[in-house]
């Protein structure tokens, strides 16, 4: 058993700190906000994630996990220290923000009284590890201590990441000090996951370029979508297609409203900056980030074309289904739904909205926000004209449409389901009375209809020619 602090109760903190003490360490999780340490300690999470709860539960009981908002109490005596704090985008709306981690630094070194190994486990930009060590040093009160530090990016999913921490892709570790990084992996040789120990600077760039790999992956798509509408093809198919060759792999390949959360937006906006700051020009990258922009005014633009036009919105109820950024969790930073629903209150339309578990965080961080909160999707959508589903909650996926559409507002031709995740398919939606348009499915956004899988188009070029060679292939049998 090994003594650990973990800098930090988020949701990387939290995970981390919970699912080390489940493996049998004894774990303090330190945090200076006083009233999340008082929700811990009675037993609240003041995050959601699933299978967490029980984890926390269990680890207190058995006096392997506590928690402390004294760096005086959660520093002596550790073999261990974890600095899982925030990172957000800096002030100048691009590189990350280490004021926190560097604060965080200061006071471990203020207090601690023996020999320690510092792990990074906060997403930091690639040098941090240096800048960490340095500030330590800069504030030990006993300079003859030794304080190795490791860099080791976490790659947790929210709402899967209980999950992932304890069955990992792999163990990235990186270090000037070998041996404290073989110190570190024997921590998760439990896991029986692959381990890779490499110098700090690059286990930093590993988690910066798998994030921005896997972001790209979700614009890619997303431009495909939108191609696909405009030439008829499926895009759920076509990413079906492309998922069963090895070298591209299926996931991350689901179009949609585009990616959110604490992680992609803010990394790939670092990464960038980090290029940016030793004279390169990411274009990739960039192109990546304004996709991903464009891909939320999708869903509003192809409502108010549905109903009418410019102007359209103005007076019109519209429920949005979902808040949070992905489905189990109710975190909502970069979350889709925050940009959709701000741009349907400036269209001037009333908006309903209902999220299983992410209202509370809605109301927190969104209080001048003039909408209407409900207790269930039927709620929601009652007396609207048009639904946007934002977030891919599974019981959003096992919707009645046709109860749905029951409660809604009487519009010519029906009313407009935008379906920001593809949960269902054109036919079933319009059997239900809808007006279906998804993301990518060979909706023609400029004419306002949905067509059918499969039916001929002769109004494109592309079209006209593939008719002529499938003609002539005939000709040929």
């Known amino acids: 058993m090994k003594r650990i602090c973990v800098v930090g109760t988020g949701y990387v903190g939290l995970v981390t700190g919970a699912c080390l003490a489940d493996l049998g360490n004894s774990v303090i999780c330190l945090d200076i906000v006083d009233e999340k340490i008082e929700r811990l300690r009675a037993g609240e999470l003041p995050i959601f994630e699933p299978g967490l709860d029980a984890i926390v539960r269990r680890t207190v009981a058995a006096k392997r996990l506590s928690f402390t908002t004294d ?12 600095i899982a704090v925030n990172t957000p985008t800096g002030p100048d709306g691009a590189g990350a923000d280490m004021s926190h981690v560097e604060d965080a630094a200061k006071s471990i070194a203020e207090n601690l009284t023996h020999d320690v190994i510092v792990i990074n486990k906060s997403t930091m930009p690639v040098g941090s590890g240096n800048l960490v060590s340095q500030r330590i040093h800069e504030h030990l009160r006993d300079t003859s201590l030794k304080v190795s530090v490791v860099s080791n990016p976490e790659f947790l999913r929210e709402g899967v990441a209980v999950h992932d921490f304890k069955n990992p892709d792999r163990i990235v570790l990186g270090s000037t000090d070998r041996d404290a990084a073989d110190a570190v992996a024997k921590l998760y040789l439990p896991l029986r996951a692959p381990i890779m120990i490499t110098n700090l600077y690059t286990a930093e760039m590993i988690k910066y370029a798998s994030n921005a790999f896997l972001a790209t992956k979700i ?7 939108r191609i696909c509408d405009l030439l008829g093809a499926d895009v759920t198919e076509v990413a079906e297609g492309m998922g069963y060759d090895k070298r591209i792999g299926r996931a991350f390949l689901n179009a949609g409203l585009g990616y959110g959360g604490s992680c992609f937006p803010k990394d790939i906006k670092a990464l960038a900056f980090m290029a940016d700051e030793v004279g390169l020009h990411p274009q990739l990258i960039e192109a990546v980030m304004k996709i991903n922009h464009d891909q939320r005014r999708l869903a509003v633009e192809r409502l108010e074309a549905a109903l009418g036009g410019s102007d359209s919105l103005r007076g019109k109820n519209i429920a949005v289904l979902g808040l ?10 970069e979350a889709p739904a925050i940009d959709i629903i701000n741009w349907l209150i400036e269209a001037g339309a009333n908006v309903h909205t209902y999220d299983p578990v992410a209202v509370e965080t809605a109301q927190r961080i969104q209080p001048d926000w003039q909408v209407r909160y409900c207790d269930d999707e039927l709620a929601a959508v009652t007396g609207c004209q048009g639904v946007i589903i934002v977030t891919e909650w599974k019981r959003f996926r096992e919707l009645n449409l046709a109860e749905l559409r029951a409660v ?5 031709g029906g009313p407009v389901l935008i379906d920001g995740r593809n949960l269902f398919n054109a036919e079933e939606a319009t059997i239900a009375g809808f007006r279906y348009f998804g993301i990518g499915r060979g909706v023609e956004r400029a004419r306002g209809v949905t067509r059918s899988r499969g039916e001929k188009r002769s109004d494109t070029k592309a079209a006209r020619n593939l008719h002529k060679y499938n003609g002539d292939l005939r000709e040929q049998q």
């Open 71 to 82: 760096y005086s109490e959660g520093v002596p005596g550790v073999d261990y220290i974890f």
């Open 219 to 225: 614009s890619f798509i997303n431009e495909m979508a």
């Open 324 to 333: 949070a950024f992905k489905d189990n969790t109710d975190d909502m930073r």
């Open 408 to 412: 809604m507002a009487e519009v010519e």
